[in-house]
């Protein structure tokens, strides 16, 4: 039988990672993340970290020799010619990350978690595509409150990916979390059940 690969996506702190973990409570669903996949990447000794210290010096390193995400978050959100770049690098490391676990998993149904999965061109890994959307206002309040950033750095991030509307035109299902965390579960049982 053909994998169900359910493509979970959304904006930077719409909630993917509550959609994420409850399907993995309330279904026992295996997740594969992208950002745990983009972390083995850069990790310490690894040939992509190398190639980021070649580019922007030794002080993007932490003293134990690992990547200072906070000043690489820096740079590249401020410049997106440099996210580019890195996104360059990693993504096609993640994807073969991604391919591998599936090929290998043998559970019916996987959830795959990637934050870019329209930006990275990925979509062909899903079978179906989940975005989490909520307001932009909300989107803002929850990503300064969540990683302390300034109005306008938290702007920057959010206009580093493609807009909510864009993704949402794009998805299988839109999943609104722009209300009480009941009223997003309750939509992700009916998304999920309804789809089997």
Sequence with gaps: MDKR?????GGIATGK?????????????????ADIYARDA???????????AQ???????????????????????????ERHWLEALIHPDVLYRFREAIATSSAPTL???????FEAQMTDLGTEIWVVR???SQQLQRLIQRNHLTPE???????SQLSLETK???ATVVLDNSSTPESLLKQVDDAFTMNM
């Design 5 to 9: 690969l359910i493509g979970l996506t």
């Design 17 to 33: 990672t509550t959609v994420a973990n409850y399907l993995a409570s309330a279904y026992h669903l295996p997740i594969l993340d």
């Design 42 to 52: 850069v990790a310490i000794g690894s040939p992509i970290l190398n190639t980021i």
């Design 55 to 81: 580019r922007y010096g030794e002080d993007i390193l932490l003293a134990d020799g690992s990547l200072n995400r906070e000043k690489l978050g820096t740079i590249i959100f401020a410049h997106p010619d």
């Design 111 to 117: 959830i795959l978690v990637i934050p870019l999965l």
């Design 134 to 136: 909520c307001s932009e």
């Design 153 to 159: 750095q938290a702007q920057a991030r959010i206009h």
């Design 168 to 170: 949402a035109a794009r």
